[in-house]
C-alpha cells in the first residue's frame, strides 16, 4: 500500500495532468493552424471539439444534482410537513 504522500503525489500529477490537457485541447488546438497536407496528427490526440463544453457541462449537472439531493435529503426532517417527509 502507498504512504499517503506518495498517493498524493500520484492525484496531484493526474490532476495536473489532466488540467493541462484540457488547456491544450480548449485554448490551444483551436489556433494551430495545419496545412491540408500535413492532416491531423495533432487533431487526433484529442478528441472533437464539441466534447470540450459538453464534458464539464455534464459534470457540473451531476455535481449540482449530487449536492441538491444530499441537501434534500439530510435536511428532510427539518422542512416541515408541506415538503418531503416519508410516510
Not at 495533432?42 to 490526440?45: D, G, Q, V
Given at each position: 500500500m502507498a504512504s499517503n504522500?506518495?498517493?498524493g503525489k500520484l492525484i496531484l500529477a493526474a490532476t495536473f495532468s489532466a488540467f493541462l490537457y484540457y488547456v491544450l485541447w480548449v485554448a490551444v488546438l483551436p489556433f494551430?493552424?495545419?496545412d491540408a497536407r500535413d492532416e491531423s496528427w495533432?487533431?487526433?490526440?484529442f478528441p472533437p471539439m464539441k466534447f470540450a463544453f459538453l464534458v464539464p457541462a455534464l459534470f457540473g449537472v451531476v455535481l449540482l444534482g449530487g449536492l441538491s439531493a444530499f441537501s434534500v435529503y439530510h435536511l428532510r426532517d427539518h422542512l416541515g410537513a408541506r415538503f418531503i417527509r416519508p410516510q
Open positions: 504522500a506518495a498517493l494551430i493552424v495545419i495533432i487533431y487526433a490526440l
